[in-house]
């Protein structure tokens, strides 16, 4: 007989799972879709656990990202975050994939990734836009993740580094709906004219990188409002003199001036 030993304790095999992606500075936007990705090794495991942690794996901080009764997902090797959720800003976040019955078989990536928020200026976008001192419009934006609040800065020379200049802080993006992601601005009289302008959008605390600029130049010039004569039934004498006045928002030089009699 040949000459043999038996292990005296039973032993697993598990399977081998591998999250690609996200992780290791992976960005992921809130409330868009993302296909999260992992490799497996081992047969007879068709469905599995997906979750998401967004301090870092911490014990207690995991949440599943199926919405199956049995919060699996099956073991494809692929699955699609839609959305991600709104509230789930981090920049400490980890993906795990475990076996269901056997919680050594898991794996939560090579380190960390983002879910980032998002911001999108609708208005002004294009170089139609034609703004005048003194007058009052709304600069609007659609946003996505949970955004407390939002800084406006204004360039009059295309956005070049040094230009932006500070309009508005601290306004409120919480629970916002889309038709009120706007804030009317009140345009100095005293502006500088430009045919260069932009707007740029940040958020302020810990997603203050999260910016959008205006994708074109939009104007801002003068505007004029004549005082004097402005009231019908006025007659005037030939040869008299007669003052014509007006007001005058934005640096202005000269102006001309037309008589219609019709």
Known sequence: AGVFDISEQPFDIIAVFDVVHPENGDIVYAEDSYLIQWTKKGSGITRVYLEYSTQGGADDTWHFISSDQDNMVDNTGFKSWNPV???????????????????EATDSGLSQFRIKSSLTITRPIDSTSS????????????????????AIDYSPNEGLDG????????????????EFMKWTWPIPEDITLTTKGRIRLSVEGDESDVTSVSGNNFEIKGTLSLTTPD????????????????????????VQIFLSTD
Do not use: F, M
């Open 85 to 103: 959720p709104a509230n789930a800003l981090s920049r400490n976040c980890v993906i795990r994939v475990r076996d269901p019955n056997n919680s």
């Open 131 to 150: 703004w005048g001192a003194g007058t009052s419009h709304d600069i609007t934006w659609t946003k996505k993740g949970d955004i407390a609040t939002i």
């Open 231 to 254: 009231l019908s039934g006025i007659s005037l004498a030939v040869g008299d003199p007669y003052s014509i006045t007006w007001e005058r928002y934005g640096a202005i030089s000269t």
């Open 163 to 178: 230009t932006w200049q500070s309009i508005a802080t601290g306004i409120n993006a919480t629970g916002v709906p889309a």
